[in-house]
């Protein structure tokens, strides 16, 4: 996405920084705002909507305030969808024009009409209803794989900071325009510590009891962290 902005070496990096704490601001105020609003622990987890936020949508503003609230959940949801949906196809895109994918000649042409990459886009949209079907015949197996994607995804960025922080005096690095400074290593080393601990966390099961099905995988990566640990 970097690609199609202007001092992409600056503004990526300026963007990142404020996405990461107007998210963590907002996000804190609403995780603070949603405890005050949890009026009965168990009602809500037992409740026959099946979700807890839309219980506790209802329980703070009735069927008609929390329906209204619900409406806007959806919407986000539908944002986030689009936003996630442009990112996957510039990727594509991306892999298919550095011919890092199969058949990356019909994936990175562009429509002539359109000027966009519209294949890359077909194929992130037949990936994601690929994906999804898996669903159909097994909610734990799709929701183990979705669960996986956040830790997935942190892992991948620590990948490069911890390269960076190994080769460091190995390898000359060209600094770019933007740059933490004598601070870059401090929080390069906050950054791994933090992602290797939520990622632990975020490999347990998100539900009580637990049982085999919904520990699926996760149980081999809590037991090597459990035997690492001792």
Not at 195 to 219: A, E, H, Y
């Amino acid at each position: 996405m970097s690609e199609e902005t202007h001092d992409a070496a600056i503004r990526g990096p300026l963007a990142i920084r404020m996405a990461v704490l107007v998210s963590g601001s907002v996000g804190w105020m609403l995780t603070i705002t949603f405890c005050f609003c949890l009026s009965n622990y168990e009602e809500i987890l037992t409740s026959p909507t099946g979700m807890a936020a839309a219980q506790i949508f209802l329980n703070a503003g009735g069927r008609k305030g929390g329906t209204v609230m619900w409406f806007f959940v959806i919407l986000i949801q539908f944002f986030t969808g689009c936003s996630a949906m442009l990112a996957d196809t510039r990727m594509a895109y991306a892999f298919s024009r550095d011919d890092a994918l199969p058949f990356s000649s019909f994936w990175s042409k562009i429509n002539s009409y359109t000027q966009t990459p519209v294949n890359a886009v077909w194929l992130v949209v037949l990936f994601s209803i690929c994906l999804n079907c898996i669903g159909i015949g097994s909610t734990e197996t799709i929701l183990s794989i979705f669960n996986i994607t956040a830790p997935a995804l942190d892992l991948s960025y620590i990948a490069v900071i911890l390269a960076h922080i190994v080769y460091e005096g190995k390898v000359i690095f060209i600094e770019g325009p933007f740059t933490l400074g004598k601070w870059g290593r401090p929080i390069n080393i906050i950054a791994i510590v933090w992602v290797c601990f939520i990622s632990v966390v975020l490999f347990f099961p998100s539900t009580r009891p637990i049982t085999p099905q919904n520990m699926g995988p996760k149980v081999c990566r809590s037991s090597h962290f459990e035997w690492c640990m001792k």
